[in-house]
């Protein structure tokens, strides 16, 4: 099993020092991927029909993902990459596939492109895309990026999109691993038929119960679950000496990777979540389960 570790990046005040030496400190100790979540923009939960129920505010911050693992690329070695997930439906198809396939030739292919459908409709009707057809968008998209980063030339009419004979070069010189995220059983559905793996959030749901559904999901497509990522984020303020038993559990039950989270925890510096990460570093490589 794989351990990657979660940027905390809603706890430490878009500092970019603060991305590229956590970054750093977790490629040092071994970590294997770099997970950041996406959002453009927030928004007041206030006095919205229909509500916003997702957990982030207009005073919540994030860095655009792609963008800071482009950068991020250019100082570390190892370390891969993850979206977890990017907001896919809200974003133009053929730009992502231009930023994904670069960030990928430019990582030496350390990318997996973490996605999903998102909660936000404020965001989504900021950018312009409607915000009740997000699923099936996403579909379409995932078959849209596929083709283009074949760097063959794209003839492609669907629901949402029309390109007519465009190529994408220079391409990926390979197809990025796209992963999927969510808690519906539709979104787990929908990563059986098209994903390359998915990631659950012990914070949400019950990630072994979403596993299993998974699995039957990936049965009835007629795949094979050999090859399929399946990760586990750390829920938020996790003490450290349960997370080895955490990632136990989730590797014995079938589980390919998983990602400590620092956050959640009451941290206000930098070093209070640097100090988890070396902690949670000690106690992972003690159990074998990291490096």
Not at 166 to 175: E, G, H
Not at 235 to 243: M, Q, S, V
Request: proline share 4%; charged share 20%.
């Amino acid at each position: 099993m794989k351990t990657g570790i979660i940027y905390p990046q809603t706890e430490l005040g878009g500092d970019p020092e603060a991305v590229r030496r956590f970054a750093l400190a977790a490629e040092a100790r071994g970590f294997d991927h770099f997970l950041a979540y996406d959002h453009v923009a927030g928004a007041s939960h206030a006095n919205r029909d229909p509500e916003l129920t997702g957990p982030y505010t207009e005073m919540d911050m994030f860095h655009d993902p792609l963008v800071m693992f482009a950068h991020l690329a250019g100082i570390t070695k190892t370390i891969r990459f993850v979206s977890g997930v990017m907001i896919l439906p809200q974003r133009q198809t053929l730009l992502v596939a231009r930023q994904a396939a670069d960030v990928d030739l430019f990582s030496g292919e350390r990318l997996t492109l973490g996605i999903g459908i998102g909660w936000n409709h404020v965001e989504y009707s900021s950018l312009g895309v409607p915000f009740r057809q997000r699923g099936a968008r996403l579909g379409e998209q995932v078959e849209v990026l596929r083709q283009l980063w074949t760097g063959k030339e794209v003839d492609f009419t669907g629901e949402f999109h029309r390109i007519d004979r465009a190529t994408l070069n220079p391409p990926p010189k390979r197809q990025i691993p796209i992963w999927m995220g969510g808690f519906s059983k539709a979104a787990l559905k929908r990563a059986a038929q098209v994903g390359d793996g998915f990631i659950f959030a012990r914070t949400q749901a019950d990630p072994m119960k979403g596993y299993n559904f998974l699995c039957g999901f990936l049965e009835e497509a007629g795949r094979d679950k050999e090859g399929y990522g399946f990760q586990c984020n750390l829920a938020l303020g996790t003490p450290l000496d349960d997370i080895v038993s955490y990632a136990e559990t989730w590797r014995d039950g079938g589980g390919t990777h998983f990602a400590v989270n620092t956050m959640g925890n009451g941290f206000k510096t930098l070093e209070q979540h640097l100090a988890y990460l070396e902690g949670a570093a000690d106690r992972l490589s003690d159990a074998g389960l990291l490096g």
